[in-house]
């Protein structure tokens, strides 16, 4: 989680998205890191930790496709957080700090948009 979401929303609750807000990075890899490094960690590492934040509901990091829209090296991260308050406190914890030291390593953001989610929204499952 870059600079970097509580109960119902991780076991699919009807009304777990009801209630969140959702953050927006849109990310570019430094000069000279290999995009397979930085997916390697997002999957192994910064997934793996989002267990033991507990203001986070959901998380996900795409790679831009769109060759009109970004350059190689190019990514958003979607994270669906309970409140921007819970997610402030699981900002100063160890596993959040050690992401950031890790993902600065790396790659950085370039780009936040922040908002609170306009009735439940719609999702399949």
Not at 4 to 15: E, L, P, Q
Not at 19 to 46: K, M, Y
Not at 56 to 85: H, K, L, W
Request: hydrophobic content about 40%; glycine content about 8%; overall charge negative.
């Amino acid at each position: 989680m870059s600079l970097t979401t509580s109960g119902t929303a991780r076991d699919g609750g009807a009304d777990a998205s009801a209630a969140t807000t959702v953050i927006v990075h849109r990310i570019r890899l430094l000069d000279g890191v290999d995009p397979e490094r930085f997916e390697s960690w997002v999957r192994d590492v910064d997934y793996a930790a989002c267990p033991r934040l507990p203001g986070v509901v959901a998380f996900a990091v795409q790679r831009v496709t769109d060759a009109e829209a970004a350059s190689p090296g190019e990514y958003f991260e979607i994270i669906e957080v309970t409140d921007r308050t819970d997610f402030e406190r699981d900002m100063r914890s160890d596993t959040f700090r050690g992401l950031v030291a890790e993902f600065e390593k790396m790659a950085m953001v370039v780009a936040e948009l922040t908002g609170d989610r306009v009735g439940s929204g719609y999702r399949s499952r």
